[in-house]
């Protein structure tokens, strides 16, 4: 599946969420830096299937053990931003996108779904 | 077979209430059948005055008629018995009602002694005893400018404590040279009587009431045998119990010369089927006029029904309470007569504390104590006292001050050591509960009763379970989430004291992980209470919960409400008409708030900056609903207008929601004026209440409305608006500093150690010495104050993040609005999903719900 260019890094605010949109779909984007130098990019879909609003992008990142998570600005149910997985309730799980930083840009992949995103 | 046999309980005060209580725990089966003389059911006689205070008869209540009915107890309210007949075991009632008995219980308690006084059975003369007696003395006191309590005793002042809450100008009459002679010695008595008399009751000693005729400027005229008189037109008298003993008197029990009815140690009367218990029986010639004593006694009864061998050996009569607003303890031999003792005594004549221990004459056992003033020695003395304990060298230690803050180490008690006397839990009882489980305070509470008669033990109960915790090495942990081992208080400690600027700086000095939504919205406020940056700043937008993080409310399909300001409610015409025209063009649903301000529901994220530039050039600033913050001052219109108000109640929350607005705090905060005390601003429900007096303002604090309504605390009265704002000043940020995360300020004076009192020696008396401060620190708070939605539409980084995509501008298809009342409202699921069947199908919103893979 091919990469579609979405918006420039300074777009992104770190660690926090922009919602794109993706062939129709509505796709959060957050941009976390780990430590100095370090930064990771982690996409998902917007929707939150427990609240029934696409405001996922606006949620807080963090972290639940080893789990890097975003919550939902609703109600606060935790997803994990590399599985899609909700951990308050392990039935629902979210899209998760490829994405990366290249060139100063923001890619996204809308063709494999639920994979570890890569790293920039 | 104990279980058939038929109980009969005559009487259902407190400690009638606990024996039905008590056996009913022992035994299933027994039959119990309860007389009860009043109207209602057992309630609390300790803390009657409550009930002119706001405390409800059912919140006296010690029980009710479904949980007697539950226990399968047989009652009879407004049941008077006329007469026992031992012979055949049968008890009639004044509406002829027969009931047989195998085992009769008297619990009939006592009634206020009347002094033979000339003209004491006057309209107006009343006592001070029950539920009854207090709707009576409420009907005179509205018909009264003037009350007198006649009895100096601890009941007396209880009664005083009531004639002054009722607005009376109150005055106490004592027989005996002191108030309170039975407790406490005589410079004791003297500390007390010049803190009440300060507290506006007019005390007089030494004064032998002859007669009460009619008055010429009140009702009465009270004549003493010294020739002196004192006008009033109420009595109270309160001058001691004697036991209700008529019954066992007709029907031939053995009763004291002096009225009450004889027990032994099993506290059965003369008659082997009939026992007493409570302030009607007499033991060794004692009676004995306390509640825990009287628990004691029917605990004893219980277990002689039940097979068991306890018996009453006499009780302790050390006291602990607060007669109007003043401590008073008084432990064993207060007047030290036990041959040889020694007294220690400590006075601090500028607080207005006395206090005295007496050691026996090798200065190694406590006998006796008495606190005026401060008691907080009390529950350290009594564990002395009762377990017999080796003082130490230096006894004088326990009472100085520089040892207050040393109490007791819970673990050197032993096991035997009575924690609660109410309820006659041991040091052993709360040991033994721990082990089967129970390991937080109220889990205790609730399974040996401990702390939940009086509540005098609360802080030694607490002590205990907090050591024994310790012992077993178990960490009382109050960590705010798994990224800090810090409660909010420490971490606003390190904050400031390490000046943490930003998240990352205190996560990576502190902390582990990434954070989460719990600490980084807590340290996000923290940050804001102590250097306030603006909230969108870049390091901390991202730690903003879900409405700060967009300075607007997020609704349930993910649109947003706008509030602006309108401080104490007071907005003009033209601006009126703005908010309207901005409602309009945008199409929003407008809403009047509780607050006295309107909100402007249905703008999407994209739509804000637009909104926000029309307000903010119409002189508005944000609202701040969205934030952990000064929500609003609500007000009443006061004396500008109204025919009652004696202040400017507007002017004054004007003033207010300008010098807080913005104010970061652990959660939001709801202030109010009112312009008289008729209270149309509701202010007693809000955490910081103002109400005008004629000569300024009451301020009231810590109330709450909501899920669970708390009347605020009058903290003091008549100030000036300078002293006013000092104090609210002081009482924001103290709360701000030590309230733990999301915590109203209801439940964090709840929870302060030593509660209204001690907010008032901290913000009134500066005990910590912090006043200047925390002042210091709310100025540096006001002054730095900017509407943080002026500031963002001057940020056009800020602004970027305010579209719903950052690749289209498009809008958020699922955000779908429809009629109702002539305004919009969010469509339901299934309106929206008839409407996307009438669209077609390639502009249909992909449905974002996954499949798992």
Known sequence: MAWTDICAVEDLVENSGICALLNGQQVAVFLLELQLQERRVFAVGNYDPIGGANVLSRGILGSVGEQIVVASPLYKQHFSLTTGRCLEQPDVVIPVYRVKLQQGRVWLNAGQQNQQASAA | MQQTKQILVIGNGMVGHHFVDQLRAKDPLAQITVLCGEAQLAYDRVHLSGYFSGTSAEQLALTTEEAYQAANIQYCLNCWVEQINREQQLVVTSQGGQFYYDELVLATGSYAFVPPIAGNDQPHCLVYRTLQDLEAIAQSAALSKVGVVIGGGLLGLEAANALKQLGLQTHVVEFAPQLMAVQLDQSGGQMLRQKITELGVQVHTGKATQAIVAGAQCRYQLQFADGDSLETDLVLFSAGIRPYDQLARSCGLAVGERGGIVVNNRCQTSDPHI??????????????????????????????????????????????????????????????????????????????????????????????????????????????????????????????????????????????????????????????????????????????????????????????????????????????????????????????????????????????????????????????????????????????????????????????????????????????????????????????????????????????????????????????????????????????????????????????????????????????????????????????????????????????????????????????????????????????????????????????????????????????????????????????????????????????????????????????????????????????????????????????????N
């Open chain 2, 275 to 852: 026992y007493a218990i409570g302030e009607c029986a007499l033991w060794q010639q004692k009676i004995f006029g306390l509640v825990a004593p009287g628990y004691q006694m029917a605990r004893v009864v219980v277990s002689q029904l039940t097979g068991g061998g306890l018996s009453f050996t006499g009780a302790d009569m050390s006291t602990k309470l607060k007669l109007l607003g003043v401590e008073v303890g008084s432990i064993g031999d207060a007047h030290a007569r036990t041959p040889g003792a020694l007294s220690y005594v400590f006075i601090d004549p500028r607080a207005q504390v006395y206090k005295k221990m007496v050691v026996s004459f090798d200065g190694k056992r406590l006998l006796g104590a008495v606190l005026v003033g401060d008691t907080s020695n009390y529950d350290n003395l009594l564990q002395y006292a009762l377990n017999d304990m080796p003082l130490p060298k230096q006894p004088e230690q326990l009472i100085l001050p520089a040892a207050s803050g040393a109490p007791i180490a819970a673990l050197t008690l032993p096991d035997s050591a009575t924690i609660c006397s109410c309820h006659n839990v041991a040091k052993g009882d709360i040991v033994a509960a721990m082990d089967s489980g129970c390991c937080d305070l109220a889990g205790i509470k609730s399974c040996t009763r401990a702390s939940t008669g009086c509540g005098g033990c609360t802080a030694l109960l607490k002590s205990v379970v907090d050591d024994e915790l310790k012992s077993r090495g178990v960490e009382v942990k109050n960590h705010l989430c798994e990224h800090f081992a810090y409660s909010r208080q420490e971490l606003l400690h390190l904050v400031q004291v390490g000046g943490i600027k930003t998240f990352a700086e205190l996560l990576s000095r502190h902390g582990q992980g990434l954070g989460c939504d719990i600490c980084k919205p807590t340290v996000a406020s923290i940050l804001a209470s102590s250097w306030n940056d603006y909230v969108l700043k870049k390091p901390h937008v991202g730690l903003q919960d879900t409405n700060d993080a967009f300075l607007a409310n997020m609704q349930k399909d993910g649109s947003y409400s706008v509030v602006p300001r309108i401080a104490g409610g007071e907005i003009t015409a033209e601006k009126l008409l703005v908010i309207g025209q901005v409602a309009l063009d945008f199409n929003l649903y407008t809403k009047i708030t509780g607050g006295q301000r309107i909100d402007l529901f249905g703008a999407r994220l994209e739509q804000l900056p637009a909104i926000w530039q029309r307000l903010v050039n119409a002189g508005f600033e944000t609202g701040h609903a969205y934030g952990k913050s000064l929500r609003t001052v609500k007000s009443c219109v006061g004396s500008t207008w109204c025919r009652y108000g004696v202040q400017d109640s507007v002017g004054q929350a004007i003033a207010i929601e300008n010098r807080y607005k913005g104010l970061r705090a652990p959660h939001k905060i709801k202030m109010a004026v009112s312009g008289c005390t008729r209270e149309c601003a509701e202010a007693q429900s809000k955490d910081i209440g103002i109400i005008a007096t004629e000569n300024g303002w009451n301020l009231y604090v810590c109330g709450n409305g909501g899920m669970r309504p708390r009347h605020a605390d009058l903290f003091a009265t008549d100030l000036d608006t300078e002293t006013l704002i000092r104090y609210i000043d002081r009482i924001l940020m103290l709360y701000i500093r030590t309230a733990d995360r999301l915590q109203r300020t209801s439940v964090w004076m709840e929870k302060l150690d030593g509660g209204l009192e001690y907010l008032r020696k901290v913000i009134i008396d500066d005990e910590l010495g912090i006043a200047a401060e925390l002042e210091n620190q709310m100025a540096a708070l006001v002054n730095t104050y900017a509407c943080e939605w002026k500031a963002t539409l001057q940020d056009p980084q800020a602004l970027k993040r305010f579209r719903q995509f950052v690749n289209s501008p498009d809008a958020d298809e699922n955000i779908v609005f429809v009629e109702e009342r002539s305004q919009i409202r969010p469509a339901t699921a299934a309106e929206k999903r008839q409407w996307l069947q009438q669209i077609p199908i390639t502009e249909l919103p992909v449905k974002a719900l996954a499949e798992e």
